[in-house]
C-alpha cells in the first residue's frame, strides 16, 4: 500500500520545465550553438551545472571553473526572469486537486527535485504548505539518476521506500526513483520515456 508520494517539480506540479529549455537555449546561442527538443530531454531532471557541462560538451566547447559558474549564474537569472511572472495557481492541472485529495487520504507529500529554484517556486504558486518534506537542490549531492533525492525524501517522510510512489516528467529522474526501489509514475504525455510503471498525460488522470 502506498504511504507518501514524492513528487518531481519541474515540469510535474508547475510548467517551469519549459522555462529551463527557454533559458539553456538563450546560452546556448550565446555560445553560438544551438539544440533540439530531443536533446533537452536529457537536461530534464539534471542539476544546473550537469545541464551546463553537457550543453558545453555539445558545443564541442571547453571553458574555465570560472567561466562555468558566470554562465550557470546568467542562465538562472533568465530562468528567474521567467519564472517571476509566475503567480498563485499557475500550476499544472490536476496539481492542487491531487494535493489536496492525498492529504485528506492521509497520505505524506514531499517534493524530491534538483532544483535550487524550489522552494521558491513552491512559495510563488501557493502550494509550498501541502508539503510535509522538501528535498531540493540545496541539500543534495548527487544528481538523478543517482537516487539520493527520493532516498532522502523517503527519509525525511519517515517511510519506506516501497511505500513511496514518485511523479516524473524526466528519464533521469524515473531512473533515480527505481534505483530507491519505488514505484514511479511517469507524466509524459508525448510518451518519450520508458521504464516506469505507469505513464499518465496530466496530473487530472490520477485517481488515488
Ligand atoms: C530540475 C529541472 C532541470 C534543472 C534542475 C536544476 O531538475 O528539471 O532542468 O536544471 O532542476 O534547477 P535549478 O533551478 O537549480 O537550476
Ligand atoms: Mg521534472
Not at 20 to 27: C, D, E, G, I, S
Not at 181 to 205: F, H, P, Q, T, W
Request: aromatic share 8%; charged share 25%; net charge negative.
Amino acid at each position: 500500500k502506498v504511504e507518501a508520494v514524492i513528487f518531481d517539480l519541474d515540469g510535474v506540479l508547475v510548467d517551469t520545465a519549459v522555462y529551463h529549455f527557454q533559458a539553456w537555449k538563450r546560452l546556448a546561442k550565446e555560445l553560438g550553438f544551438d539544440f533540439t527538443e530531443t536533446e533537452n530531454e536529457r537536461l530534464k531532471g539534471v542539476s544546473r551545472i550537469d545541464s551546463l557541462r553537457l550543453i558545453l560538451n555539445w558545443a564541442g566547447r571547453a571553458v574555465s571553473s570560472e567561466e562555468e559558474t558566470r554562465l550557470a549564474t546568467l542562465k538562472n537569472s533568465w530562468y528567474l526572469e521567467l519564472v517571476s511572472t509566475m503567480k498563485v495557481g499557475d500550476v499544472l492541472p490536476g496539481t492542487e486537486d491531487l494535493l489536496l485529495n492525498l492529504k485528506k487520504a492521509g497520505k505524506k507529500i514531499a517534493l524530491g527535485s534538483a532544483s535550487k529554484n524550489a522552494q521558491l517556486i513552491l512559495e510563488k504558486v501557493g502550494i509550498a504548505h501541502y508539503f510535509d518534506a522538501i528535498i531540493d537542490g540545496n541539500g543534495v549531492r548527487q544528481s538523478k539518476p543517482h537516487p539520493e533525492v527520493f532516498l532522502r525524501g523517503a527519509e525525511a517522510l519517515r517511510i519506506p521506500p516501497d511505500k513511496c510512489v514518485v511523479f516524473e516528467d524526466a528519464q533521469a529522474g524515473i531512473d533515480a526513483a527505481k534505483a530507491a526501489g519505488m514505484k514511479v509514475i511517469a507524466v509524459d504525455s508525448y510518451n518519450v520515456l520508458n521504464d516506469y510503471d505507469a505513464r499518465i498525460n496530466n496530473l487530472i488522470e490520477v485517481t488515488l
